[in-house]
């Protein structure tokens, strides 16, 4: 059997296209949602990550505003910094790309992100808002796997997801996804014993380890949804997932793609996010 291919990359495209069309309506009531991101040090990943980020808002004509810190910035320069897009009207976004350098707490910088501009769903406030399945911001590679198993019209009420790994930026809030959805859900991590006994449950299984090639056929259910969200850069230069494509295909029903799966679809459910945000701030004018 071979894998139905899920296409992040034409999916986030379409989603720009729709993204586009709020945003010239935003434009028309005087609105053009903005979204800053923020980079301290010069990590050459997260420096790409940024540069999709900038592209994608451009697409779809949100403005977004780029600030570099030195990778010497002290706390205070990062915290005095976000107080100051916190509070400036033209910013309905913002973003702290992490990994940050190792004396700064990435957490503390974070939560002070205002909750309402906090489009990468880390804060607390909207952390809450997912584990209750209250409105909120949902942190942005969650919900781009749920959108491509939606696309790819995979039910998820009744399945049992296994989702592999446990980050705040995606297992954690990915596995809550999946239960505010109705499925049941095992949550493993790189390190749990005999990782293909529990896998290999999974009608859904999401794998967010940062481990190139810890998913290989023989963890696989038959059929299974697989969705990749690694993003590992092997010595030879080129990306590849947390999941060995070439195998896996071969016994799953759906499988993501790296790159384009995961990656640019979160990039648009980003935008989307700064779309909400400032279109939360026109209907509350
Ligand atoms: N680093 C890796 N993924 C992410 C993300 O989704 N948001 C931020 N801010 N940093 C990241």
């Known amino acids: 059997m071979t894998a139905q291919l899920i296409d992040g990359a034409a999916l986030a495209r379409q989603k720009i296209a729709d993204l586009k069309q709020r945003v010239a309506a935003l434009q028309a009531k005087g609105v053009t949602p903005g979204l800053a991101t923020v980079l301290v040090g010069d990590d050459p990943a997260s420096r790409v990550y940024i540069r999709n980020k900038a592209r994608a808002c451009a697409e779809a004509g949100v403005n977004s505003i780029h600030h570099d810190l030195l ?3 002290s706390e205070q320069d990062v915290l005095d910094l976000i107080e100051r897009l916190d509070n400036d009207p033209k910013v309905h976004g913002i973003i702290v790309q992490l990994p940050l350098p190792r004396h700064l707490d990435a957490q503390c910088v974070s939560q002070s992100v205002a909750y309402e501009k ?22 942005c590679t969650p919900r781009a796997t749920m ?25 954690k809030p990915a596995a809550l996804l999946l239960i505010n959805a109705g499925a049941t859900v095992t949550v493993c991590n790189s390190r749990t014993p005999d990782l293909g006994a529990m ?16 998913i290989t056929r023989d963890m696989v259910k038959p059929g299974a949804a697989v969705i990749d969200v690694g993003i590992n850069r092997l010595h030879n230069g080129k990306l590849a997932g947390d999941v060995v494509f070439d195998e896996v295909k071969e016994v799953a029903g759906w499988i993501t793609p790296v790159p384009g ?15 909400n945000a400032a279109a939360r701030l026109v209907s509350q004018q």
């Open 147 to 171: 959108a491509l198993l939606e696309h790819a019209k995979i039910s998820i009420e009744g399945r049992h997801a296994v989702v592999v790994g446990r980050s705040v930026i995606v297992g």
């Open 71 to 73: 990778a010497t910035a």
């Open 199 to 214: 896998t290999r449950q999974a009608d859904i299984l999401v794998v967010a380890t940062g481990r190139a090639n810890l």
């Open 261 to 275: 799966g995961v990656g640019p679809m979160t990039v648009a459910m980003l935008v989307e996010n700064t779309v």
């Open 118 to 139: 906090d489009v990468d769903g880390f804060s607390w406030h909207n952390l809450g808002a997912l584990m209750e399945n209250a409105p909120g911001i949902v942190p």
